[in-house]
């Protein structure tokens, strides 16, 4: 139910972005979706991949570093208060998240953003229980395009 | 500058010392002269030195006659301050064997340093100064516990370096086995300190760091090896420094001091008091001196130590200034010698910064880092003068293992070391976290200041 995300340290300065993309396209890696996070003096750029286990390899051979964390995805209804259910859910369970990003996926006539949490078992059953529709790994790497 | 200041008893039983193997044992009377016996013994042979370097090398004749001293104007310890210094600059001047004082055909050993830039300087030994040598690293081997019947690892490069050689004498003239396993390949140190079970290792402090991560690589946990302590020295380390690698292989550790120019290994070396490193001063006569003024420091104070060898005979050298920054510390030590004992080199008089006033050495900001990091990260420290204010920016590595996604975290850790740097110091600096290998390296070794205020003025 969890997803692997790699996040890469990033010096905050001209051209740092284009790198790894780069070594990426090189290697036949395509990015399903990203997210960038920074400060005036370095920036922490959080990839999803297919194949995460290569992508790791081909970023750590060109000289980053590179962790891989559990994130979740969840489905979000696509109308006005889908996101604030889910908020609404999280808060209720005194749920922390500890960052977010929306997530370029698409089924049907919902949407889907991607939540770190610091507990993620406690997370999903939790949004489970509430009714949320948890992505799959599975479903994230097969419905998207590439 | 605030200093690791021990307490003044001995090391404590710990990882597999007993209390037996950490006996005080004293091998030579002459470490325990009393100040007013070593003072006269020094003069006297101060006096011969001075002399013979009058008489028989050519620099130090036309060194002495600028000066307008002459042999017979030493008559007291005090008039050392009339003598002229000897840089490294004068032993390149010199190259290759310039500043010998006995013929050629007398020497019996050849040693170099191979300075990070310019020329090597090479030094001198007569048969005489090779025994004098091996006694001087025996002293500070059995200060620090090394007995007949151990087995000593050396990871010290055999060669022009003083530091394989010297110490192999010394271990020898204790009575104690030796490995001469030499230094590189270092998967293979750890198959000979397991297979072997050296009691003792003798290396560089950051070879050893090195020994214990290829050690844990391997599959051998270095707290499982059979060793027992170690002698480290030929480079600056930390206080953290020793802790961290104390720990790691559950070990006693000892720091020791000397520079090829003065003889190499057995100039200082620390008892089991561990509250500094006790200077051979029957053998070395030391100053501390502020190196801009090279008038002496105060009492206790941080200065640049220089060494006057006292018995040298191939190559007798006059106030030798090391760049070394240190300070002496002259109160008694339980241990019953009474040489003055230096502190570790906090260091060189070449890194000194001066910021906004206070003086400031890369080993602090590596000090700090240690603190923050557990192990030693690469850094470099850069320095300049937009305005009338310096300023400095630490740039420091990041370590795949202190990387995390959150945002959070990153900048926390930014903050401690920005903290520690402030507490040790006393200096508010820029941190920045860069990526990993992204600071240049020169030859194996890290550069670690950038000074724009330099190239500023000119
Ligand atoms: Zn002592």
């Given at each position: 139910?969890?997803?692997p995300?790699l996040?890469l340290?990033?010096?905050?300065?001209?051209?740092?972005?284009?790198?790894?993309?780069?070594?990426?396209?090189?290697?036949?890696?395509?990015?399903?979706?990203?997210s960038?996070?920074?400060?005036?003096?370095?920036?922490?750029?959080?990839?999803?991949v297919?194949?995460?286990?290569?992508?790791?390899?081909?970023?750590?051979?060109?000289?980053?570093?590179?962790?891989?964390?559990?994130?979740?995805?969840?489905e979000?209804?696509?109308?006005?208060?889908?996101?604030?259910?889910?908020?609404?859910?999280?808060?209720?369970?005194?749920?922390?998240?500890?960052?977010?990003?929306?997530?370029?996926?698409?089924?049907?006539?919902d949407?889907?953003?991607?939540?770190?949490?610091?507990?993620?078992?406690?997370?999903?059953?939790?949004?489970?229980?509430?009714?949320?529709?948890?992505?799959?790994?599975?479903?994230?790497?097969?419905?998207?395009?590439? | 500058?605030?200093?690791?200041?021990?307490?003044?008893?001995?090391?404590?039983?710990?990882g597999?010392?007993?209390?037996?193997?950490?006996?005080?044992?004293?091998?030579?009377?002459?470490?325990?002269?009393?100040r007013?016996?070593?003072?006269?013994?020094?003069l006297?042979?101060?006096?011969?030195?001075?002399?013979?370097?009058y008489?028989?090398?050519?620099?130090?004749?036309?060194?002495?006659?600028?000066?307008?001293?002459g042999p017979?104007?030493?008559?007291?310890?005090?008039?050392?301050?009339?003598?002229?210094?000897?840089?490294?600059?004068?032993?390149?001047?010199?190259?290759?064997?310039?500043?010998?004082a006995?013929?050629?055909?007398?020497?019996?050993?050849?040693?170099?340093?191979?300075?990070?830039?310019?020329?090597?300087?090479f030094?001198?030994?007569?048969?005489?100064?090779?025994?004098?040598?091996?006694?001087?690293?025996?002293r500070?081997?059995?200060?620090?516990?090394?007995?007949?019947?151990?087995?000593?690892h050396?990871?010290?490069?055999?060669?022009?370096?003083?530091?394989?050689?010297?110490?192999?004498?010394?271990?020898?003239?204790?009575?104690?086995?030796?490995?001469?396993?030499?230094?590189?390949n270092?998967?293979?140190?750890?198959?000979l300190?397991?297979?072997?079970?050296?009691?003792?290792?003798?290396?560089?402090?950051?070879?050893?760091?090195?020994?214990?991560?290829?050690?844990?690589?391997?599959?051998?946990?270095?707290?499982?090896?059979?060793?027992?302590?170690?002698?480290?020295?030929?480079?600056?380390?930390?206080?953290?420094?020793?802790?961290?690698?104390?720990?790691?292989?559950g070990?006693?550790?000892?720091?020791?001091y000397?520079?090829?120019?003065?003889?190499?290994?057995?100039?200082?070396?620390?008892?089991?008091?561990?509250?500094?490193?006790?200077i051979?001063?029957?053998?070395?006569?030391?100053?501390?001196?502020?190196?801009?003024t090279?008038?002496?420091?105060?009492?206790?104070d941080y200065?640049?130590?220089?060494?006057?060898?006292?018995?040298?005979?191939?190559?007798?050298?006059?106030r030798?200034?090391t760049?070394?920054?240190?300070?002496?510390?002259?109160?008694?030590?339980?241990c019953?010698?009474?040489?003055?004992?230096?502190?570790?080199?906090?260091?060189?008089?070449?890194?000194?910064?001066?910021?906004?006033?206070?003086?400031?050495?890369?080993?602090?900001?590596?000090?700090?880092?240690?603190?923050?990091e557990?192990?030693?990260?690469?850094?470099?420290?850069?320095?300049?003068?937009?305005?009338?204010l310096d300023?400095?920016?630490?740039?420091?590595?990041?370590?795949?293992?202190?990387?995390?996604?959150?945002?959070?975290?990153?900048?926390?850790?930014?903050?401690?070391?920005?903290?520690?740097?402030?507490?040790v110091?006393?200096?508010?600096?820029?941190?920045?976290?860069?990526?990993?290998?992204?600071?240049?390296?020169?030859?194996?070794?890290a550069?670690?200041?950038?000074?724009?205020?330099?190239?500023?003025?000119?």
């Amino acid at each position: 139910m969890k997803i692997p995300q790699l996040s890469l340290f990033l010096e905050n300065r001209p051209g740092q972005l284009g790198h790894p993309c780069r070594e990426l396209a090189n290697a036949g890696i395509n990015i399903l979706t990203l997210s960038l996070a920074d400060t005036q003096q370095f920036g922490i750029l959080r990839l999803i991949v297919r194949d995460w286990k290569r992508a790791k390899e081909v970023l750590e051979g060109a000289g980053h570093v590179v962790n891989v964390t559990d994130v979740v995805a969840i489905e979000v209804p696509d109308r006005p208060g889908g996101m604030a259910e889910l908020m609404e859910a999280l808060e209720s369970a005194s749920i922390n998240i500890e960052y977010m990003y929306a997530f370029n996926y698409r089924r049907g006539n919902d949407a889907a953003v991607v939540i770190r949490f610091d507990d993620p078992d406690a997370a999903l059953a939790i949004l489970q229980k509430a009714g949320f529709k948890i992505v799959s790994s599975t479903e994230v790497f097969d419905n998207m395009a590439g | 500058m605030a200093g690791v200041r021990l307490a003044a008893r001995p090391v404590a039983p710990h990882g597999k010392l007993t209390a037996f193997d950490l006996e005080n044992r004293i091998l030579s009377p002459d470490e325990c002269l009393s100040r007013c016996e070593l003072e006269a013994l020094q003069l006297a042979r101060l006096r011969q030195t001075v002399a013979r370097a009058y008489e028989r090398v050519p620099h130090y004749r036309d060194c002495l006659r600028r000066h307008g001293v002459g042999p017979d104007d030493v008559r007291s310890l005090n008039d050392i301050a009339r003598l002229p210094f000897t840089t490294k600059d004068d032993l390149r001047d010199n190259y290759p064997l310039g500043m010998l004082a006995v013929p050629r055909e007398n020497l019996a050993r050849v040693h170099g340093s191979s300075g990070t830039t310019g020329k090597p300087t090479f030094v001198a030994y007569t048969r005489t100064d090779l025994d004098t040598w091996a006694r001087l690293c025996a002293r500070f081997l059995t200060a620090g516990c090394l007995r007949p019947g151990h087995l000593v690892h050396i990871a010290f490069g055999y060669g022009l370096f003083t530091g394989g050689f010297g110490l192999h004498a010394g271990v020898e003239h204790v009575g104690a086995a030796i490995v001469p396993a030499a230094s590189g390949n270092t998967p293979r140190q750890v198959t000979l300190l397991h297979d072997l079970g050296a009691d003792v290792l003798i290396c560089t402090p950051s070879y050893a760091v090195n020994i214990a991560e290829v050690a844990a690589a391997e599959g051998i946990e270095p707290s499982e090896l059979p060793l027992k302590f170690a002698h480290f020295g030929g480079e600056p380390w930390t206080e953290d420094m020793r802790a961290q690698i104390e720990q790691a292989f559950g070990i006693v550790a000892f720091d020791n001091y000397g520079l090829s120019e003065i003889i190499g290994p057995g100039v200082s070396g620390e008892c089991v008091y561990r509250c500094g490193m006790h200077i051979q001063e029957d053998h070395f006569l030391v100053e501390c001196v502020d190196p801009d003024t090279l008038e002496p420091v105060a009492e206790g104070d941080y200065g640049e130590l220089v060494f006057t060898t006292l018995t040298k005979e191939a190559m007798p050298i006059l106030r030798y200034r090391t760049r070394d920054i240190s300070r002496l510390d002259r109160s008694p030590c339980a241990c019953g010698r009474t040489g003055v004992r230096m502190s570790r080199v906090v260091g060189r008089t070449d890194d000194m910064l001066i910021i906004r006033g206070v003086n400031v050495f890369p080993s602090q900001i590596e000090e700090a880092l240690l603190r923050v990091e557990g192990t030693a990260p690469q850094y470099l420290i850069e320095v300049d003068r937009p305005g009338s204010l310096d300023e400095v920016t630490v740039r420091v590595e990041i370590r795949p293992q202190d990387f995390s996604d959150k945002m959070s975290q990153m900048q926390a850790l930014r903050d401690r070391i920005d903290r520690e740097i402030h507490s040790v110091t006393g200096v508010r600096v820029t941190v920045e976290l860069v990526e990993p290998l992204t600071l240049e390296r020169y030859a194996g070794k890290a550069r670690r200041v950038i000074d724009r205020r330099v190239t500023r003025l000119q």
